[in-house]
């Protein structure tokens, strides 16, 4: 997947689980692209570590980790600048 297309994954991804933790969350469009990328890449690490799967490119099952990632990141990141 190119530099761009993970950017696009990451924003949807970073979006959505902002979506699904609604919440005051410091920083905005870049810390969501961020999250949504970082997220992907745990997300892929954890799940190929447990057997589910990787993010290997734009489908429904890589996109569930991505955002399942992402959705562990803004956990941390809350517990951290609190």
């Known amino acids: 997947m190119g530099f761009f297309a993970w950017i696009i994954f990451g924003l949807i991804a970073g979006i959505v689980a902002k979506l ?3 919440g005051k ?5 870049i ?4 999250i949504g990328i970082l997220g992907a890449l745990v997300g ?3 799940g190929t ?9 734009f ?3 890589s ?7 992402a959705i562990v990141l ?3 990141y809350r517990l951290v600048k609190r």
């Open 20 to 22: 699904i933790m609604p």
């Open 25 to 29: 969350d410091p920083g905005g469009f």
């Open 31 to 34: 810390v969501t692209i961020i």
């Open 44 to 46: 892929g690490w954890i």
């Open 49 to 57: 570590a447990l057997g589910f799967g990787s993010v290997d490119g």
């Open 59 to 61: 489908n429904l099952g």
């Open 63 to 69: 996109f569930v980790i991505a955002v399942l990632g």
């Open 74 to 76: 803004l956990v941390v």
